[in-house]
């Protein structure tokens, strides 16, 4: 799993694999170490934060499981995000935080 993640200006990213082949989801396994955390999720920070800023830098993470996915199952991989902005002017408005990123899964059996 290669993921590559542009935020603005933190977030917390999680990837887990679930099973889809039994009546309901099962989660088989997490491949974050439960989760990716770049930058202060209080948005409060961004008052005093100093170059380089969290949002000038593209985020690489790789991981790879050792534990073999049984075949003849529907697996589904969901990456979830939670992102959030400094910049909140004036305290207390909307102000929703940009996200990007790229998700590349491969299977190999």
Known sequence: MNLCVFSDNAH?????VYNFSPPTPVLVQT???PVLLDGNMDPIVGLSETPPYN?????VYKNSSSNPLPPGAIYVVVV???????ILN???SENPAGLSFVANVDFIS
């Open 12 to 16: 917390v990213a999680r990837v887990d």
């Open 80 to 86: 979830s995000f939670t992102a959030v902005n400094y």
């Open 90 to 92: 004036p305290l207390g």
């Open 31 to 33: 491949l974050t170490p």
């Open 55 to 59: 949002w000038q830098g593209i985020r």
